[in-house]
């Protein structure tokens, strides 16, 4: 049976994100929520304050620094890693200043020229994802011939580049970007092939959490996708996946418990 994923709870700071928006925009309630993940669980909380749901606009880099910095200073004595989910070097560089550990970035080090070195300068964990153009048009009639062969060779070359620019590779993290530039079957066949990501040698995030590709299948709304959510982060844990990312925390560490319970059952008679 495959290792058991850490969970990563999602806790955005902003007034616009797809599942959470504006709940959790103030000091307070971000780390009262923070605290109230890892009791259900989590092993890392995942902060960003700049929304990359599909249309999403760009936030400046002062008002991101603003809404993100003070959560993470207040969270020094939390029992859990700290991410930073964000596209600046300069943010990444704030955050991990305060106590951060692991840089969360969606276009994998390539929005800033200066993100190689930085992510270097740091010596932190770097998750690097894919996706297809940027929030404003990423999901503008995405198209690939083979979605599985292309985001793994992308993702080759991130990791390379980030390699030659001095990022140790045992602190790289994969991320396929479900949901980011991709088509229902694009998700799909990720999904289905998960685990022909093993071949770059980097552990896997997988974030499927009440995405559109749910609602894609059963017309659900964002938040009527619990089961949905549920059932990808257990074929992304049957496929090896090394951290899911989730909002449902509660729920997603009760449903991979039994999951490995199940697996586990009568090894040791």
Avoid at 18 to 32: N, T
Avoid at 90 to 115: H, K, M, P, Q, Y
Avoid at 134 to 161: A, F
Avoid at 190 to 199: E, G, I, T, V, W
Wanted: proline letters at 4%; a negative charge.
């Amino acid at each position: 049976m495959s290792k058991l994923p850490k969970i990563m709870g999602i806790l955005n700071v902003t007034p616009d994100s797809f599942a959470d928006g504006g709940r959790f925009d103030s000091v307070s309630r971000a780390v009262e929520r923070a605290h109230e993940m890892v009791g259900e669980g989590a092993d890392i909380i995942d902060i960003g304050g700049e929304s990359t749901r599909p249309g999403a606009d760009v936030v400046e880099e002062a008002q991101e620094l603003a809404r993100v910095i003070p959560v993470i200073e207040a969270l020094g004595d939390i029992d859990a890693e700290i991410s930073i989910d964000t596209r600046r070097p300069a943010v990444a560089r704030a955050a991990i200043a305060v106590g951060a550990s692991i840089w969360n970035d969606v276009t994998a080090l390539e929005f800033d020229e200066n993100s190689p070195d930085a992510a270097a300068e740091l010596s932190c964990k770097i998750i690097l994802m894919h996706m297809r153009g940027n929030p404003e048009t990423m999901q503008d009639n995405p198209h690939y011939k083979h979605v599985v062969t292309e985001v793994i060779s992308y993702l080759k070359g991130r990791v390379d580049i980030a390699v030659k620019a001095g990022v140790k590779r045992e602190n790289i993290i994969i991320d396929p970007g479900i949901g980011f530039g991709k088509r229902l079957v694009d998700n799909l066949d990720l999904l289905q092939h998960l685990d022909d990501f093993h071949k770059l040698g980097c552990p896997i995030l997988l974030g499927t959490s009440r995405k559109s590709f749910i609602g894609n299948i059963d017309s659900s709304a964002v938040d009527e996708r619990l089961g949905g959510s549920i059932a990808s982060a257990l074929w992304g844990a049957s496929m090896g996946a090394s951290i899911l990312r989730i909002h449902d925390v509660k729920e997603t560490v009760q449903a991979v418990s039994i999951w490995r319970a199940i697996g586990e059952c009568g090894r040791d008679k």
